[in-house]
């Protein structure tokens, strides 16, 4: 579950040759944008960064509920070149104090970004996802250990995420 | 008169109205000008001529409109769950699932250890998916067939044949049978049966066998009515 297990298992993929791939995915990602923008979802959201439609910047606002409500994190998105073959690189660009978010890189251990990845899932399910791993954890496998033990002290980690979050937040 | 002419040509939600008048009660409508001069009834029924062109354009307008959208929403039924795009060259795993053939193939060549549906995580594979053909199968031909593997063939089981051989399924099928036989039972001296319209003849099957049965049972027939008239002689 380190960061570079998460790159190596989409790299070998990228220069397999699947056809014109280029424009299929562009197509793919001109589609997925045009759903993400009729649709009524406002806690997440993504748009390509200036001109390279395989790296997206999206938002996403904490669950209600939740100790990372009226919160919002910044995250990027690679896509690969076989995508959606294969699983996008996404990260928290904005740091953000979590079991399963490295906390300097912004990497995230999220399993239908690696073995669970399903051709089906779009950026719109993959935002909804994190979205909902913010509120619920995998302390297994932490990639924060401190996050993962304060898990449990409601209080403790609410003011403490708080604290964090205040002081990261403009970065 | 004129005014009515000009409602027709000018408004056309007055024009609408007429002509749906028109349909539902044409004599009403017929009868409505013939209070005036026998020459707006010409001019009325030139009305009628005229009216059912707009009428159709805008009856076929509409739901021309109304198709497109049931098109669309009909089309993003059969969009490839994975390019998100109409499939092409479509296929359709066991759990009911399309996909275009390229982009399923890709999928589970990325994938060859574990073999999932991409939609329900059913473990499928190249052999049992379902190629769809419409009707323009030509069309469809996407360039990305070339670099993946033919689409898997159809399978196809031969309808039953043996449905012919049923006989006497309903009193038309039947024919007329008729037999003659003389002994005591079990034991029958001889025997002749008699028949018209036998199904076997429909067949066209067993052609020679058929003709050798029909010599030995027309020999019987005339033994049989020989004895007959041998038994009241004497």
Redesign the interface.
């Known amino acids: 579950m380190s960061n570079q297990s998460i790159q190596s298992e989409n790299k070998p993929?990228n220069d397999?040759?699947?056809?014109?791939k280029g424009s299929?995915v562009a197509?793919?990602l001109q589609?997925?944008l045009m759903a993400l923008m009729m649709s009524s979802e406002k806690s997440v959201s993504a748009f390509p960064e200036d001109s390279n439609f395989f790296r997206w910047k999206a938002t996403i606002v904490g669950p209600k509920e939740t100790p990372y409500e009226n919160q919002k994190y910044r995250l990027s998105i690679e896509f690969p070149n076989?995508y959606?073959?294969?699983a996008p690189t996404c990260k928290f660009t904005t740091p953000c104090f979590h079991p399963n978010i490295d906390i300097s890189t912004g990497m995230l251990c999220l399993d239908i970004l690696k073995e669970k990845w399903?051709?089906?899932y779009?950026v719109r399910t993959i935002l909804l996802s994190i979205q909902s791993l913010l509120s619920e954890p995998n302390n297994d496998s932490p990639l924060n250990s401190n996050a993962a033990s304060l898990w449990d002290k409601k209080a403790e980690y609410k003011k403490y995420l708080d604290q964090f979050y205040e002081k990261n937040k403009d970065t | 008169m004129s005014s009515s002419q000009t409602t027709t040509v000018n408004d056309p939600h007055l024009d609408n109205t007429t002509t749906t008048n028109n349909d539902t009660l044409p004599n009403n409508n017929s009868q409505e000008p013939s209070t005036s001069t026998d020459s707006s009834q010409y001019r009325s029924s030139t009305q009628y001529s005229f009216k059912p062109p707009p009428e159709n354009s805008k009856t076929s307008t509409k739901p021309d409109l109304d198709d497109n959208e049931e098109e669309k929403r009909d089309d993003s039924m059969y969009v490839c769950n994975i390019c998100l795009d109409i499939a092409k060259e479509s296929v359709i795993t066991m759990c009911g699932h399309l996909f275009c053939w390229p982009c399923l193939n890709c999928w589970l060549e990325t994938k060859p250890q574990r073999q999932l549906c991409p939609v329900c995580k059913a473990a499928i594979s190249k052999d049992k998916v379902v190629p769809l053909y419409g009707r323009n199968n030509e069309k469809q031909q996407d360039p990305r067939s070339k670099k993946s593997p033919p689409r898997p063939q159809a399978q196809r089981t031969e309808p039953d044949n043996s449905q012919n051989y049923q006989g006497f399924q309903s009193f038309g099928d039947a024919g007329f049978h008729l037999s003659f036989g003389i002994g005591a039972f079990p034991f029958v001296f001889f025997g002749s049966s008699f028949n018209f319209n036998d199904i076997r003849q429909r067949n066209g099957q067993n052609g020679s066998q058929f003709e050798e049965d029909q010599f030995l049972s027309k020999v019987f027939l005339w033994v049989a009515i020989i004895f007959f008239c041998w038994l009241i002689l004497a």
């Open positions: 993929n397999e040759p699947v056809g014109n299929a197509k793919r589609k997925e076989n959606p073959y294969t399903s051709a089906l779009d």
